[in-house]
Nanobody
Framework: VQLQASGGGLVQTGGSLRLSCAASGFRFNYYAIGWFRQVPGKEREGVSCISSSGGSTFYADSVKGRFTISRDNAKNTVYLQMNSLEPEDTAVYYC???????????????????WGQGTLVTVSS
């Protein structure tokens, strides 16, 4: 079971990045995938998630209207398109086989606790 996050980097305020989360070793189309982020010394924050079919999504208020999550089940990959980036978006971003706790409207299957290794996003002011 593996999730591999990629696509992070350094971008200026207002710029865009697209993160990818490539999955292997499990039935990808059975599971919702979530994105989380963490700044050293702060609690991990749930950013977004998408249901197994892609029909339901969740966004934290802090990213709503700027980030878009999508998935390609044929490629076993979830994407997070991040636009209008702000310095406050700087963090290590992780993908996981779960949704944030506040994503109550997105159905997700518990039992697989897989996490990617994280990709660093740095937004300069």
């Amino acid at each position: 079971v593996q999730l591999q996050a990629s696509g992070g980097g350094l971008v200026q305020t207002g710029g865009s990045l697209r993160l990818s989360c490539a999955a292997s070793g499990f039935r990808f189309n059975y599971y919702a995938i979530g994105w989380f982020r963490q700044v050293p010394g702060k609690e991990r924050e749930g950013v977004s998630c998408i249901s197994s079919s892609g029909g339901s999504t969740f966004y934290a208020d802090s990213v709503k209207g700027r980030f878009t999550i999508s998935r390609d089940n044929a490629k076993n990959t979830v994407y997070l398109q991040m636009n209008s980036l702000e310095p406050e978006d700087t963090a290590v971003y992780y993908c996981a086989s779960r949704c944030p706790a506040q994503a109550t409207a997105v159905p997700w299957l518990a039992g697989l606790d897989a996490w990617g290794q994280g990709t660093l996003v740095t937004v300069s002011s």
